[in-house]
């Protein structure tokens, strides 16, 4: 693990998962418009969003799917991951005050660039709403080693060591 309690690429091993969970609120909804700029009356307007098919407001879909980007920096891979790419199928809404359970699964490790796919999922109430896979970049402890020991001779070969371990 890192100095964050993250997990390092040579800790992560296909099958490892981890959920993280959010309740979706009235101010989530609203902050989250004014945030985005998404004030599709589907979101605020009560009136409006009862004659749809959703038959009432729903959440905007990416503040549902905010919860699995909070498993990833939370949980799995955890602190010091960074995203690289997420793709998503929105399968059903989620409505205010639906409890979102967003589930990280290592589908595939890449040790040598640093990298895992990870299959990502969100559920309400035990239906799937959300279904995606992420690629995530995760630090190694042997490349930290690496920096921490030039960065310990010179700031040149540190300023070396830190470019070969971004690639």
């Not at 959920?19 to 605020?44: M, P, Q, R, W």
Request: hydrophobic letters at 50%; glycine letters at 8%.
């Amino acid at each position: 693990m890192n100095n964050l309690n993250g997990y390092d690429i040579e800790d992560l091993s296909v099958g490892m998962s981890a959920t993280f969970s959010k309740t979706i609120t009235e101010a989530d909804i609203v902050l989250f418009a004014g945030v985005s700029g998404d004030t599709n009356a589907i979101h605020i307007n009560e009136e409006y969003a009862a004659t749809t098919a959703f038959k009432g407001r729903i959440a905007h879909g990416f503040l549902s799917a905010s919860v699995i980007s909070a498993a990833v920096a939370n949980r799995l891979p955890g602190p010091g991951a960074i995203y690289m790419d997420q793709h998503l199928k929105f399968l059903a809404p989620v409505r205010p005050g639906d409890t979102v359970h967003a589930t990280v699964k290592v589908r595939e490790v890449y040790a040598e660039r640093g990298r895992v796919v990870l299959e990502t999922t969100c559920t309400v109430k035990g239906v799937l709403v959300i279904d995606g896979e992420a690629l995530v970049k995760v630090d190694s402890s042997a490349r930290r080693a690496i920096r921490e020991a030039a960065a310990a001779e010179s700031p040149a070969a540190a300023a070396a060591a830190m470019a070969v371990a971004a690639a």
